[in-house]
């Protein structure tokens, strides 16, 4: 040790600091070594061009799986002569398929898995042992995951649950939508099995028979406690015998309303039929105080399933009424370019995305009349479209399609146009090419 810096050190062996220079013959200085790369420009345009690519490339890939599956499945059923002239597509459909199913984007994998699941549960199936072969198949190919306890799969059917792969990424849109189509599809399979299924009008009318119908989910919004949720949804079975009905079976995802169900259905609880277009559910006494609050429950379920169906057969008038103003069919106004008026009806629902790919909020019964006009002088055909107009548009899409109103020049593949427009007319354009697919190229 130095002379003269014995006196510094401690009994227990710690040095005191006299100076700045002590301090600089101890210490490691480390210095802080920052990144130096420029930061990208927070461009708005840029960042919505990107977000309007990812959108785009989300609608293709909803319309590419369900095409090759459907193909995948006809090339499976050609005979062993015809079957070897295409194997290699098939071998080249199939693995396109499978990096889809596994791409690293978690937004283009995510909506691949859906529409494979969509595709599946869209059958035509006519029977609950068929529905219950397609999820055996389905869990077989690893596209489900059967699990033991129901709160840990979204989809339920016939007593089990269900899951996807973590692969698949869902989230509580994509959830919702295939559960909604399995529900749908075991709904077919359940009156393809009762061949004798009344009507609504039958079954006012006083006939005997039975009859399924689907309860759909309803938003409540209960203005006193500022409260907002949804009741949930159920498919019954009723039996009527002319006079009143009754519930013989129903499912429920909700644990609380499949109890409820199953208590109306084991106290024979029974309304007549006359209370059915009444605004007010019946009163009644009765010894057991349950009855009474399964007779307004089956109430209101029933008059629920009926309004939808109200709204639903609504839409069909205005649909048709709008194809009837159409001048041309979507074929000729998608396909040929002529000018006029066409009815964009779109066979699936349509599916607003946020710039991350993740669906926002689902529309249902998307359809619309929508013009061409041609101007001279002018490059591109004129888009008029007028959503404020009620024999043009159906209320239920009025307001979202509400940005788009206006004359809008065409362009290519209707790039002109605002989205979502722009998008339902990709997705009509697309349909058409399908369609004429399908009759071997024949789209006159």
Not at 54 to 63: A, D, K, S, V
Not at 228 to 235: A, F, I, M, S
Request: charged residues 30%; contains cysteine; aromatic residues 8%.
């Amino acid at each position: 040790m130095p002379k003269g810096r014995e006196k510094d050190r401690q009994d227990d062996g710690s040095t005191t600091l006299r100076s700045l220079e002590d301090l600089r013959n101890v210490v490691v200085m480390d210095k802080l070594q920052l990144p130096e790369e420029e930061l990208p420009e927070l461009d708005g345009e840029a960042i919505r061009a990107k977000a309007e690519e990812r959108r785009q490339n989300i609608t293709q890939i909803g319309q590419w799986i369900p095409t090759r599956l459907a193909w995948l499945e006809q090339a499976a059923l050609l005979p062993r002569e015809e079957h070897d002239f295409v194997e290699s597509k098939i071998t080249e459909v199939q693995k396109d398929l499978d990096d889809l199913l596994s791409h690293p984007n978690e937004a283009y994998r995510r909506v691949a898995w859906a529409s494979a699941l969509d595709f599946q549960f869209k059958r035509s199936l006519k029977s609950q042992t068929q529905v219950e072969a397609l999820l055996r198949r389905l869990v077989s190919e690893k596209q489900l995951v059967r699990v033991k306890e129901a709160s840990d799969g979204f989809l339920r059917a016939y007593g089990q649950s269900y899951t996807v792969p973590s692969q698949a990424a869902f989230e509580g849109p994509e959830e919702i939508k295939i559960r909604q189509t399995l529900v749908d599809l075991m709904r077919r399979a359940q009156e393809a099995e009762t061949h004798a299924d009344l009507s609504w009008e039958d079954l006012l009318a006083g006939k005997q028979g039975s009859k399924g119908i689907g309860v759909p989910p309803e938003h409540v919004v209960d203005k006193q406690k500022g409260e907002e949720y949804w009741r949930p949804g159920c498919q019954l079975r009723i039996l009527s015998n002319g006079k009143r009905f009754w519930v013989i079976r129903g499912t429920a995802r909700n644990e609380k309303l499949q109890q409820a169900i199953g208590l109306t259905v084991s106290l024979k609880v029974n309304l007549d039929i006359g209370a059915l277009p009444k605004l007010d559910p019946p009163s009644v006494k009765h010894l057991n105080p349950e009855v009474p609050k399964k007779i307004q429950l089956l109430y209101h379920l029933v008059r629920r399933a009926w309004g939808a169906e109200a709204e639903r057969r609504a839409l069909m008038i205005l649909k048709r009424q709008m194809a009837a103003r159409a001048t041309f069919t979507p074929e000729q106004f998608f396909q040929k370019g002529l000018p006029g008026s066409c009815l964009v009806d779109l066979e699936n629902p349509w599916e607003d995305r946020d710039q991350e790919g993740h669906v926002v909020k689902v529309y249902y019964d998307v359809f619309f009349l929508v013009t061409r006009s041609i101007v001279k002088g002018k490059e591109w055909p004129r888009i008029d479209f007028d959503p404020d107009d009620p024999e043009k548009v159906p209320i239920h899409i009025r307001e979202y399609l509400s940005r788009c109103k206006g004359t809008h020049p065409e362009g290519e593949k209707f790039q002109g146009c605002p989205y979502p427009l722009r998008g339902m007319l990709q997705a009509a354009f697309g349909q058409t090419v399908k369609t004429a697919r399908m009759n071997g190229g024949n789209n006159s």
